[in-house]
């Protein structure tokens, strides 16, 4: 009887334990946020809230800036645990700050300074960062943390950061589409509060796991970086109502605002071509980037034929299309001058008969031509005894009897965009040369009578020479069906994304 007692003590006082222990582990699962999710904060708990952000300041210019204004009011803050500025090289003209929360990171290489000092999670211990542009201060006062968790505590797992106004500026929503294989940016203005993006003057929160899991978190400018790789990630924004942050004085003047402004263009077409856009679309209102006349194109050495691009599932860059129609351009209008017989030959045509457009995947422009007509251009002439630039700075050169012998318009000396132009003459009313490319069983003989007379098409845009029958004349050249029945090229899918409703010869 004794012994049956004591096992009904153990058993009784085991359960007791077990049940504060569930209580314990039930109320820190409830007191205590988890990643992705905001979990309910009592009033009482405010003394937790001390020290729990982080903040960030990235967005600055060392010649002009106001930090040591924005750093002291950021860190008067209890909930502000470090106010951590980051900059390229260590900060010139040096800047004194007055609180020992500040601490600067600098992003340059310092061999003297060991692997940790380049890691950004050693310098970021708190559950949350707020990222804040050098100018803003908060107002002490306006700000309760606790409020704030309290506020967006019911906001579903999709939204990552929250964005606050500053007073007396502007913010709006923006949906985004990331176009990864069109290498295009799509932006439109949208009813908020929780969008792809939020555009305007912002300080920005997030929680610390989710900022410090970004490809880059201190890519600038700061607000665009952010909008691009959230859409990544399908994340959301959610813009708050009420703002404790204010502009202050120092950088509105009006020189200062132009320097910041063209500054932070620069920035913005560094980090589109870090994120490989080339296209930015926003509000119907297109905009190019990248490779220019002057500047290298954004893909190397074509290998057999296939460009790179093609294997990262994507098509010709746009700024690359760009730079063909502007070689084809060029072209087209030397030959008008001087009576040229010319025509869109091979691929090229075979898109202007498609949609008018360029073949997705394409890097140069075929155009063929009689070849005693190149009598009539002095850059063809030129381009006999070697490469010859005009006074647009297009090159004009001859390719090497084991190449072919055709010519080629290239956009500059740097960049190699270019248009072929291939010579054909007639032998008993059938056009042909004299030399062949095996690799291309389009490039063959055809009659005559497919330009007389020449006609016109729409390619890119513009009104160029072609055969006439253009269906005839590819059919013969591509095979029956050709137009509407686009293949890869060479049936290649190599790479994990496809491209979709593309074309090829």
Request: contains cysteine; glycine residues 4%.
């Amino acid at each position: 009887m004794i012994r049956v007692s004591r096992q009904l003590v153990f058993f009784v006082l085991a359960g007791l334990a077990l049940q504060h222990l569930v209580i314990y582990l039930v109320w820190t699962f409830f007191a205590h946020d988890t990643p992705g999710r905001i979990h309910w904060l009592r009033a009482e708990d405010s003394q937790r809230l001390r020290g729990r952000i982080t903040v960030v300041i990235r967005d600055f210019n060392e010649a002009v800036n106001d930090l040591h204004a924005t750093s002291s009011s950021l860190s008067a803050t209890d909930a502000v645990q470090k106010v951590l500025i980051v900059s390229d090289r260590k900060l010139y003209p040096a800047v004194t700050f007055t609180s020992p929360k500040v601490e600067q990171f600098q992003l340059h290489p310092d061999l003297r300074l060991g692997r940790e000092w380049k890691d950004l999670r050693k310098h970021i211990a708190t559950e949350w960062v707020m990222l804040v542009p050098d100018g803003v201060v908060l107002d002490p006062a306006a700000f309760d943390f606790d409020d704030i968790l309290r506020s967006i505590r019911e906001d579903g797992d999709n939204i990552r950061a929250w964005g606050f106004r500053i007073r007396g500026k502007r913010a709006s929503c923006h949906s985004i589409h990331l176009d990864h294989k069109q290498w295009t940016l799509y932006s439109n203005s949208s009813v908020g509060p929780v969008c792809d993006s939020i555009t305007g003057s912002l300080v920005h929160l997030t929680r610390a796991p989710d900022y410090l899991a970004l490809f880059d978190p201190l890519a600038q400018p700061v607000d665009e970086s952010l909008q691009i790789q959230f859409a990544s990630l399908a994340w959301k924004f959610r813009l708050l109502e009420r703002t404790p942050f204010t502009r202050s004085d120092r950088l509105l003047d009006p020189e200062v605002l132009k320097l910041l402004r063209v500054v932070r263009d620069e920035q913005l077409k560094s980090l589109y071509d870090q994120f490989d856009i080339k296209r930015v679309v926003k509000n119907s209102n297109e905009e190019i980037f990248g490779c220019k006349k002057y500047t290298k194109r954004c893909f190397g050495d074509v290998i057999n034929e296939m460009p790179s691009y093609v294997y990262e599932g994507r098509v010709t860059p746009p700024c690359c299309v760009r730079a063909l129609r502007n070689v084809l351009q060029h072209v087209i209008d030397v030959f008008n001058t001087n009576d040229v017989r010319y025509w869109l030959e091979g691929g090229s045509l075979l898109g202007a008969a498609r949609n008018g457009e360029l073949i997705p995947w394409d890097y140069d422009i075929d155009l063929g031509m009689y070849l005693n007509d190149t009598k009539q251009v002095q850059f063809l002439q030129a381009a006999n005894e070697g490469p010859v630039e005009d006074v647009d700075g297009f090159v004009w050169e001859k390719s090497s009897a084991s190449e072919g012998q055709f010519y080629r318009v290239h956009y500059s000396k740097t960049n190699r965009m270019h248009v072929d132009i291939f010579p054909f003459y007639s032998n008993d009313s059938t056009m042909t040369k004299d030399y062949w490319f095996a690799t291309h069983p389009q490039d063959k003989e055809f009659p005559e009578r497919f330009l007389l007379p020449l006609e016109t098409v729409s390619f890119m845009g513009l009104t160029v020479s072609s055969p006439n029958n253009v269906r005839e004349f590819l059919e013969l050249k591509f095979g029956k069906g050709c137009i509407e029945n686009p293949k890869f090229p060479h049936d290649l899918v190599a790479s994990s994304t496809t491209l979709q409703s593309t074309s090829s010869p």
